[in-house]
Structures are given as C-alpha cells and as structure tokens.
T-cell receptor
Framework: QQQVKQSPQSLIVQKGGISIINCAYE??????FPWYQQFPGKGPALLIA?????SEKKEGRFTISFNKSAKQFSLHIMDSQPGDSATYFC???????????FGTGTKLQVIP | GAVVSQHPSRVICKSGTSVKIECRSL??????MFWYRQFPKQSLMLMAT?????????EQGVEKDKFLINHASLTLSTLTVTSAHPEDSSFYIC?????????????FGDGTRLSIL
C-alpha cells in the first residue's frame, strides 16, 4: 500500500516557469511533511518541510502548500532554473520524525 | 550543516561476496541511523532502523541475516550484505538523525552503488 502518492512521475518545465508537484497521503498520524531533492548518484537532500498546522511555507523560490482536510500537499518551484533539474520526493513522517515514508518521486527537467 | 559520509560510493564484486558499507555522521552524534534501498527510477524503501548500542529494527520483508546492521557508536553504522547475489544490486543509502527532541530531521549520505556480477 502506497501511503504517499506523488504526481506527476515526470515534468518538463521551461526556464522561468513554475514547477508544481503534488502529493497525497492517507495516514492521518503523519505530522511532518518534508520534500527532498535528489541528483543522480547522490543521496536526497532536505529542501523544505511543513507541519500540518500551517497551510503554506515559503523558502526562497520553493513553496509548500498544505491542505489538511484533503490530505494533500504540493511543492511549487517558482522561476524554475536548469539547475533545479533533479528528482523530487515528497515524504511524510510521524512519531517525532523517526520514520519517513517517501513518495514515488518526480523527475523534473527544466529546459532553457 | 549536518554531514553524513557514506563509503564506499561504488562497489562491484562477484556473486557470493560479502560487502560492508559504512555510514558516518561527521559533525553530530547520530542517535538513530536508517538504511534505505533504492532501485533505478524508484523511491527509497526503508530497510531498517538502528539505534546506537541496540539491535536494528528491520522492515517487513527485509532479511536480517542477509543485511547485517551494526551501530556500534554514535557516529558509525555499518551495513553488511552477506553472500551478495545479482538481485542485491541496488543503490543503498543511509541517513542519520541526532540530537535531543523529536524534531530532528534525517540527513542522508550520498549512497553506495552496489553491483553484483
């Protein structure tokens, strides 16, 4: 059972555009929702995270929108750049961030 | 920032060989370390969680005798793939979590690409 569903599987965006990745979860016990960025051959790096008591969090060009009632959250990358090309994973955690469940990943390609 | 070092980055070996992968937290004490496996173009799947000085907790379907985990110190955990076979070929990634309190994030290593011939 996939506890965190992520879409789209792949995404192509032009430079300067907005990249949007969506995730949905089922387990209401999740209380921490991080996003990770992974480049080929590297481990994932924490990008930004949000807790369910906040509906939006912004850090630079990256924004998380959170809809607790719908159990959905999304990542928006504003002014997308070729250097943003990577695989993005949403995730969900509970119990003090002990165990993280990852989404299926979105491969983002930003073209010049 | 917190740095997790994983070694080696790549291993190629013959079937039947045992392979040890090290995961070190360089600038913090990792009370908990996690081991993940990632197949090409797929997500990270948690294999096991280890707390310093205690036995690892394995996820369902992960053979504990096949994947030996040792977390002997607050800065080092090792994963040994015993008698590796081609189906064990994968990208193995560790992460470490440290500090007091429940809100400490996991910091990931750069992974180990294991190829069994």
């Amino acid at each position: 059972q996939q506890q965190v569903k992520q879409s789209p599987q792949s995404l192509i965006v032009q430079k300067g555009g907005i990249s949007i990745i969506n995730c949905a979860y089922e387990n209401t016990a999740f209380d921490y929702f991080p996003w990770y960025q992974q480049f080929p051959g590297k481990g994932p790096a924490l990008l930004i995270a949000i807790r369910p008591d906040v509906s939006e969090k912004k850090e630079g060009r990256f924004t998380i929108s959170f809809n607790k009632s719908a159990k959905q959250f999304s990542l928006h990358i504003m002014d997308s750049q070729p250097g943003d090309s990577a695989t993005y994973f949403c995730a969900a955690a509970s119990g003090g961030y002990q165990k993280v469940t990852f989404g299926t990943g979105t491969k983002l390609q930003v073209i010049p | 920032g917190a740095v997790v070092s994983q070694h080696p980055s790549r291993v190629i070996c013959k079937s039947g060989t045992s392979v040890k992968i090290e995961c070190r937290s360089l600038d913090f004490q990792a009370t908990t370390m996690f081991w993940y496996r990632q197949f090409p173009k797929q997500s990270l799947m948690l294999m096991a969680t280890s707390n310093e000085g205690s036995k690892a907790t394995y996820e369902q379907g992960v053979e504990k005798d096949k994947f030996l985990i040792n977390h002997a110190s607050l800065t080092l955990s090792t994963l040994t793939v015993t008698s590796a076979h081609p189906e064990d070929s994968s990208f193995y990634i560790c992460s470490a979590r440290g500090g007091a309190g429940s809100n400490q994030p996991q910091h990931f290593g750069d992974g180990t690409r294991l190829s069994i011939l």
